[in-house]
């Protein structure tokens, strides 16, 4: 809990004694909790938060009394926010009892105001509204800002002079980007410091509150098996790789600004690295966490050009169809040279990972989705079964596979002798596949980090420590990149990507998996 902004913009000085006062009265069973969506009649807003949000309602996650009020420019009533709303909530697969129900309740908790995000005065037309909904009650607040980043800051100092609760906290989730680079990065924080204390700045990487993300130090942390082989004592190499089997379609515009690079690498696959990397926290608080994360970021070798390929999809027609090139899209210059694929060869210089290549992919239209971390394992020394796997000798090596997704599993490559007489080996997988194991449908990232917000859980939201740390690890890169505007590499729509990404693989000695 934090303290609440107060109307001059600046964050409050209250003291301990009362912080704590209206820390106890906000856990209060009769405080309210109002949800701002601002940007909801966006993609975003449409596709993941009202969902998110309607399924933590679903399986009674949300506080008793709560209020849900869509914010945007476009004119809505709350009748058709809902009808908007309604088209992209679903129930979850396992249980379907009094869905229609449900929904109707929920959508009777959701509200729209129209406003512009520059507005005072509409922020404190919505400060009426909400209050309306809080009545007497302890009210928290937390804002959701699902708008393009140039208008983040017009939001945060209407929301916080003029819609801040005054006896509760007030939270904002801040969507990515968060800037393109180090300098502008710095600028948003400076920026939303005038207006908020760090604890009330969630910055969101949906991959945080992705299963198998969250499983990742449960995995390392809980099974004796696994921790003693994480280092460069045992791992040859770690693969981090996220790839899509379609194009910017529609988001083009966004997209030419920003690159692949920025789009996933400098935040899911960093911020995946940085949790596999970590030393073990002190204990499982959000502090210790960010703590050990940012080392790992920090101590990482500055990224080097001849480290990294990049990549753009052109158009391509296969089966009859033609799958548009990057810049086939209205929305993007002829001459762009936005990487929409990349790969890099990143370390870690410190003990635990000093020479282990952390090799990173990421891709659209590619030919195929999947996000993934494989582990690839040492050869065993002195092979005593050298010659009994065939010809190709590299299939003895241990692998282990965490597929985030789809069709999450966790899975152990091992070498077994194939039954019968003689000896010959073969590979085989020791599995946990997740559909396989647990028939409860797997959670959206997006309702682990709503729910985590509402109750200031920190654990799986970005500190400003962490977004230095990134930002600083690529920004001499694309500077490079942009100055010189390296062209990258063509790839066909649908294929496996550049084959520069795997001479950069093999000059490590790595084959992708
Ligand atoms: P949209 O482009 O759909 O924008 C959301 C809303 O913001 C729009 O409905 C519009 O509402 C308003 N808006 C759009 N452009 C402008 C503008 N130039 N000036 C003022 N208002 C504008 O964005 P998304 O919903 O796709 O994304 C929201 C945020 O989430 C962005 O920061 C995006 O980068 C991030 N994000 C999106 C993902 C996605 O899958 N869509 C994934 C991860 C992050 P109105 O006109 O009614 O005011
Ligand atoms: C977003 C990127 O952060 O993540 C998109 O901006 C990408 O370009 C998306 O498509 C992928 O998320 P998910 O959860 O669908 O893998």
């Known amino acids: 809990t934090t303290p609440p902004m107060v109307e001059n913009g600046s964050p409050s000085e209250i003291t301990l004694d009362e912080f704590e006062d209206l820390a106890a009265l906000s856990k209060n069973n009769d405080s309210t909790v109002s949800i701002t969506v601002v940007g909801a009649s966006g993609d975003l807003a449409k596709k993941k938060i009202f969902p998110a949000l309607f399924a933590l309602y679903y399986e009674d996650c949300l506080p008793k009394h709560f209020t849900i009020f869509g914010y945007a420019r476009s004119k809505m009533t709350d009748a058709e926010l809902r009808n908007m709303v309604s088209k992209t909530l679903t129930c979850r697969i396992d249980k379907r009892e009094n869905c229609s129900e449900k929904m109707e309740e929920f959508l009777e908790r959701c509200f729209y105001h129209s406003g512009q995000y520059d507005s005072e005065g509409h922020f404190i037309d919505l400060d009426k509204k909400l209050k309306q909904h809080e009545g007497s009650r302890v009210s928290n607040r937390l804002f959701y800002l699902s708008i393009p980043p140039n208008i983040f800051l017009d939001v945060v100092k209407c929301a916080s002079k003029s819609a801040s609760s005054v006896n509760g906290w007030t939270r904002v989730i801040v969507e990515k980007p968060f800037g393109r680079d180090s300098e502008s990065s710095a600028a948003l924080t400076r920026g939303l410091k005038q207006y908020l204390v760090e604890d009330q700045i969630f910055r969101i990487d949906h991959y945080l509150g992705k299963e198998l993300v969250e499983n990742l130090s449960v995995l390392r942390f809980s099974n004796l098996v696994f921790e003693p082989l994480w280092s460069r004592q045992y791992i040859r190499n770690v693969q981090l790789i996220f790839s899509e089997d379609f194009g910017t379609e529609g988001r083009g515009g966004y997209f030419d600004g920003y690159g692949i690079i920025r789009d996933i690498m400098q935040n899911h696959l960093l911020q995946i690295l940085a949790l596999f990397a970590m030393e073990t926290p002190i204990s499982l608080e959000a502090e210790d966490i960010r703590n050990e994360k940012v080392k790992v970021l920090r101590s990482m070798k500055p990224l080097q050009l001849e480290d990294v390929v990049i990549g753009q999809y052109k158009s391509h027609t296969k089966g009859g169809t033609t799958y548009p090139g990057y810049i086939d899209d209205k929305t993007v210059p002829k001459d762009s040279v936005t990487p929409t694929f990349a790969a890099a060869a990143l370390f870690i210089n410190n003990a635990r990972w000093d020479g282990v290549p952390f090799l990173m992919k990421a891709g659209k239209a590619l030919h195929t989705k999947r996000a993934e971390i494989r582990v690839q394992f040492r050869h065993v020394p002195g092979n005593l079964y050298k010659g009994s796997f065939g010809t190709d000798l590299d299939r003895a090596t241990n692998e282990l596979v965490i597929r985030v997704q789809p069709d999450e599993a966790i899975y ?73 505007r390296i062209a990258p590499e063509l790839y066909p729509y649908g294929s496996r990507g550049p084959v520069g990404a795997h001479y950069l693989a093999a000059k490590y000695n790595v084959r992708w998996g």
């Open 412 to 484: 152990l490559k091992i070498n077994n002798k194939i039954p019968g007489l003689g000896m010959r080996l073969d590979r085989s997988n020791l599995n946990l596949h997740y559909a396989a194991r647990y028939s409860k449908e797997i959670p959206d990232a997006y309702e682990r980090l709503l729910l985590d917000a509402i109750e200031g859980e920190r654990r799986l939201f970005i500190r400003s420590d962490e977004l230095d740390a990134a930002w600083s690890l690529f920004t001499p890169l694309l500077k490079e990149l942009e100055e010189k």
